[in-house]
């Protein structure tokens, strides 16, 4: 489906965690990485087209996300003719895309890259928001670059940490502190780290609450 300048409707997905990091995909057998993205099929809204292509291209659902905002008007780029299909140079151009800002409200075991038979990535990672356009198809790189710029604005304000929080952390205040104490004190148990234990870059803690209590 074209419109009469031989730009096919798109969708763009900037999904957000909440450190406003993004979900960064490699394309399956390729060095090159890409937000989510997918054509609008015919009688499609391009609200109907995001979340399918959600699901499609990292397994989730309406429900493991908020929508924050969206690109007021298209957005286009050309495909260079070696990308084209021979049945398709003459008429096709390129694509014209609406953008969606979305946060994860779910879980990073929600994502799924082989939600289909079809998958788009085999990899992904969370990436800070101005992600490398040099990893990027080049062709691509400035409608990346106008998408989050207009979405920049609508990043949700994160949350400042808890002063308190941080010293139980870092120093050694709970060693002596029941969970009750704890959250008299304004800090959730579940938040607390037992000592010497250490984590791989970008995992998060989420022990069992029950044995918590019972320390």
């Known amino acids: 489906m ?11 997905i900037i999904l957000l965690n909440h450190k406003n990091q993004v979900f960064w995909g490699k394309r399956i057998r390729t060095h090159s990485w890409q ?7 015919r009688g499609e809204t391009p609200e109907q087209a995001m979340f399918r292509e959600l699901h499609e291209e990292v ?18 780029y050309e495909v260079p003719d070696r990308y084209i299909r021979r049945d398709a140079r003459g008429h096709y151009k390129g694509q014209k895309q609406i953008w969606y800002l979305l946060r ?6 929600d994502l799924n890259l ?9 990899a992904w990672r969370w990436n800070d928001y101005w992600v490398p356009l040099d990893v990027v198809v080049e062709f691509k790189r400035a409608v990346y670059q106008m998408a989050l710029t207009e ?52 995992a998060s803690f989420d022990p069992d609450p029950q044995a918590l209590l019972k320390r």
């Not at 082989?114 to 085999?122: C, G, K, L, S, Y």
């Open 59 to 76: 397994g989730l659902h309406p429900q493991h996300v908020s929508v924050i905002a969206r690109t007021r008007d298209w957005l286009r």
């Open 114 to 122: 082989r939600a289909t038979n079809h998958p788009e990535f085999d």
């Open 35 to 41: 937000f989510p993205q997918g054509g609008i099929d």
């Open 151 to 202: 979405l920049s604005r609508y990043l949700p304000r994160l949350e400042q940490r808890n002063r308190y929080l941080r010293g139980y952390i870092h120093g050694s205040k709970t060693a002596d502190l029941s969970p009750e104490a704890l959250l008299a004190d304004g800090v959730h148990p579940l938040h607390i780290m037992p000592a010497g234990m250490e984590l791989p870059p970008g």
């Open 104 to 109: 994860l409200t779910g879980h990073d075991w």
């Open 2 to 12: 074209l419109d009469r300048d031989g730009f096919r409707p798109n969708v763009g």
